[in-house]
């Protein structure tokens, strides 16, 4: 399975506060979270995650998991290659 990660830093003010996103491999979310750890690409903060769908997991490539995603942009571009499913996926554990 694919977790898709996103980190925010509630100490800084808002609209500053994204602290970036990374993609990992893992057997459930707390392994994806020891797996954002053990890559690196875990920044710290809270965190908000979710699977990413069997489907899609053909649109990540491996260059794209365990990497630390620290703009807007490059979310957008992992966004886009998974076929703007990401935003879906966020609005569903963010309301």
Request: charged content about 25%; glycine content about 10%.
């Given at each position: 399975?694919?977790?898709?990660?996103?980190?925010?830093?509630?100490?800084?003010?808002?609209?500053?506060?994204?602290?970036?996103?990374?993609?990992v491999?893992?057997?459930?979310?707390?392994?994806?979270?020891s797996?954002?750890?053990?890559?690196?690409?875990?920044?710290?903060?809270?965190?908000?995650?979710?699977?990413?769908?069997?489907d899609?997991?053909?649109?990540?490539?491996?260059?794209?998991?365990?990497?630390?995603?620290?703009?807007?942009?490059?979310?957008?571009?992992?966004?886009?290659?998974?076929?703007?499913?990401?935003?879906?996926?966020?609005?569903?554990?963010?309301?």
């Amino acid at each position: 399975m694919i977790f898709w990660l996103s980190f925010v830093d509630t100490s800084k003010p808002k609209g500053g506060r994204f602290a970036g996103a990374c993609l990992v491999r893992a057997d459930s979310f707390p392994a994806a979270l020891s797996e954002s750890w053990r890559h690196k690409c875990n920044p710290g903060g809270e965190v908000q995650g979710m699977q990413v769908p069997e489907d899609l997991e053909g649109c990540v490539l491996e260059g794209e998991l365990n990497v630390l995603y620290t703009t807007h942009e490059e979310c957008e571009k992992v966004n886009r290659a998974m076929q703007g499913r990401v935003s879906e996926l966020l609005e569903k554990v963010l309301h």
